[in-house]
């Protein structure tokens, strides 16, 4: 080992400098157990420890000893703004690599395409000279490089002595969060951000036994050696607001961790959705809906590994907000208080408590796992008194955002989930107050859930908005604005799957209403001027014949696909009326007054329309085929015309 040039050209045979250029220069894996050895001189790693970090990074996972060994015995405030650096660099590498992933992608189809024409040609290039060689990164290698910078980190965190340790800290989780979001969910990943919480948190519970599904396992600095003391510590103690100041960083990085780790949930699986809270809940809540011989979601979650592991996850870090004392009082209040626009510039240092903003969507999705664990798993949660006004509502105007915005539908599926599971929770635990909220309240509340019915991509998660749309709106008191914000839905809304939902809710109206029309309507009888309730006259029907019977002859093939769901929808509530006798009167004569609604066209009876729908949908199933639910349209064309002559109409 002395004829070692690590060991030969050690100082003060040679300046610090020189030193590390000598290192730079002869440093492999075959050399880490001498550098080990060199390191364990407090003094040479204090001068050198912070430039070799980048330098070993390359070389995990057989780097991993003496990166410890910088941590521990290294200068802590210059290797810490050296590991932050780093991780910065895993952010900005990733996002590079994935341009570049997209550069290659081309190139690769270029060269396919170049090489099938001289193939053609009968000509040959040698290609290998102008083929790049990458050594980046893998993907595999940044998740390895994060986990060795975190765990330098929980080393180096606790020696730095200053009079303001929270500006150390706050920085790094910056750092720490930006590459977090870059990793994609890897198990590795996860593991090591909630052993980097912990490592903060103060709580003496027992280690989890390992799992099969982890490979990281991080070096915690009370199992190895002892560390060096700052070099620069300050004669001054910690400013008596720092405890707090640090312990609201570690709840704000918290929240904004679990929004990176639900958000990065797979979205395109057409079944399981992020957590499907949703569909747990309505599971166990309406039991006799479940599918005989299916699958459940609780079941699902039980048995496959990956879903169990989001559980197991979401678990953790819960655990970790209550040791952090982050409380589901301080989770609700986030959710429904304006957002803070007073700090104009969000990278400057916080001083106080006040300046650390928490997460909106990770508040969310804690409060969301507070309930889930009390409900779907039995454990003893606190949970605060919850209503739909204003706590959901409130909730939903402040993730969701203006209805006109056009945005609504399209924020990731993890948000969804969570906003219709507390939606759903909050409807069957609390009724609506005896004093409802203003109208504009209400219907800016459902037009965001029927929005979210419109546009998720997610099958499941239409449906739950559909159902929670539904029975918000069936459950204010007064019938006029029921009907109103049917007949706006009819109207003005640009979606025809959503306006299909509003023709089924005046299905359930008159379902509703015609049932109990024999007993006191006291719901309808308090609104209703003239006594009972509009749902149980034809009026319901009429008011909004404009908007539903519509001329089929007058789209082009285009707006008449388009219009498929809704016209569907139209026909079935067609046969439902035809189908009670104590209601086929109703559409006898359903006509549009002249003008009331531009590009409509009324028809005096009904078995009109119903030959005009079937001329076009013949058309379509000739040309085209019975795809698109014309096939499914021609069916009930079919139940309508048959009930429509059985009964002379």
Request: glycine fraction near 4%.
């Amino acid at each position: 080992m002395a004829e070692n040039p690590l060991i030969q050209a050690l100082p003060p045979a040679v300046d610090y400098l020189s030193y590390l250029s000598i290192l730079e220069y002869n440093l492999s894996v075959s050399q880490l157990p001498v550098l080990h050895h060199v390191l364990q001189d407090t003094t040479l790693t204090t001068n050198i420890g912070w430039d070799l970090v980048h330098l070993l990074i390359p070389l995990l996972p057989a780097s991993t000893t003496c990166l410890q060994d910088v941590a521990r015995l290294g200068n802590p405030r210059e290797v810490v703004l050296k590991v932050t650096e780093l991780l910065d660099a895993l952010r900005t590498r990733a996002t590079t690599d994935d341009d570049q992933e997209e550069d290659e992608d081309q190139e690769v189809a270029e060269s396919s395409l170049q090489s099938q024409a001289e193939q053609s040609s009968g000509r040959t290039t040698d290609r290998t000279s102008i083929s790049p060689h990458h050594d980046t990164p893998t993907s595999k290698d940044r998740t390895a490089q994060f986990c060795a910078l975190l765990d330098m980190l929980v080393i180096l965190h606790p020696r730095i002595k200053t009079k303001y340790p929270s500006r150390f800290l706050s920085t790094s989780l910056q750092s720490v969060l930006s590459a977090y979001a870059t990793l994609l969910n890897e198990d590795q990943a996860n593991d090591a951000v909630l052993s980097f919480i912990k490592s903060f948190a103060g709580s003496k519970r027992p280690r989890l036994p390992p799992r099969k599904s982890s490979t990281h396992i991080s070096v915690q600095a009370e199992q190895g050696p002892l560390s060096a003391p700052d070099p620069e510590a300050s004669e001054e103690p910690a400013a008596p607001e720092e405890q707090a100041l640090q312990q609201r960083l570690l709840q704000s990085f918290l929240t904004f961790a679990a929004e990176v780790y639900m958000s990065a949930l797979p979205s395109n699986d057409e079944e399981v959705v992020a957590m499907a809270w949703s569909s747990r809940l309505e599971e166990q809540v309406h039991p006799k809906r479940n599918i005989p011989g299916r699958r459940t979601m609780r079941e699902a979650f039980e048995k496959d590994e990956h879903l169990h592991r989001r559980d197991s996850v979401m678990g953790q870090m819960l655990a970790l907000a209550r040791d952090l004392h982050l409380t589901p009082d301080e989770l609700v209040k986030t959710l429904n208080e304006p957002e803070d626009l007073s700090n104009e510039n969000p990278d400057d240092l916080p001083s106080s408590v006040s300046d650390v903003p928490l997460s909106r969507p990770g508040c969310l999705h804690f409060f969301c796992a507070t309930i889930a664990s009390n409900i779907l798993f039995h454990a003893p949660s606190t949970i605060p008194a919850l209503s739909v006004f204003p706590t959901f509502s409130s909730t939903l105007t402040n993730l969701l955002g203006d209805p006109s915005s056009g945005s609504i539908g399209t924020e990731p599926v993890s948000l969804i989930d969570s906003l219709l599971f507390l939606g759903s929770h909050t409807f069957e635990t609390s009724s609506l107050p005896k004093q409802p909220p203003d109208d504009d309240t209400f219907t800016n509340t459902l037009q965001r859930l029927s929005l979210l019915s419109a546009n998720t991509p997610s099958a499941p998660l239409r449906y739950h908005a559909h159902i929670l749309t539904s029975r918000l709106l069936h459950a204010h008191p007064n019938q006029n604005l029921r009907l109103a914000f049917i007949k706006d839905t009819l109207q003005h809304c640009p979606y025809e799957n959503l306006k299909a939902s509003a023709v089924g809710w005046l299905k359930d109206e008159i379902l509703a209403a015609t049932a109990t029309s024999n007993t006191e309507n006291e719901k309808d009888r308090e609104s209703a001027e003239g006594g009972g309730s509009i749902f149980t006259t034809p009026a319901c029907v009429e008011t909004l014949s404009p908007h539903l019977f519509r001329d089929p002859l007058g789209m082009s093939d285009e707006e008449f696909r388009a219009h498929g769901p809704f016209f569907l929808a139209v026909l079935n509530l067609r046969y439902f009326l035809l189908a009670r006798e104590d209601l086929r009167d109703w559409i006898r004569g359903a006509k549009v007054q002249e003008g009331e609604d531009a590009g409509a066209k009324g028809y005096k009876g009904i078995e009109v329309w119903l030959t005009d729908m079937e001329k076009r949908v013949q058309g379509f199933i000739r040309d085209e085929g019975g795809e698109d639910g014309m096939a499914l349209m021609e069916g009930v064309i079919a139940m309508c015309k048959e009930k429509v002559h059985g009964f002379g109409v």
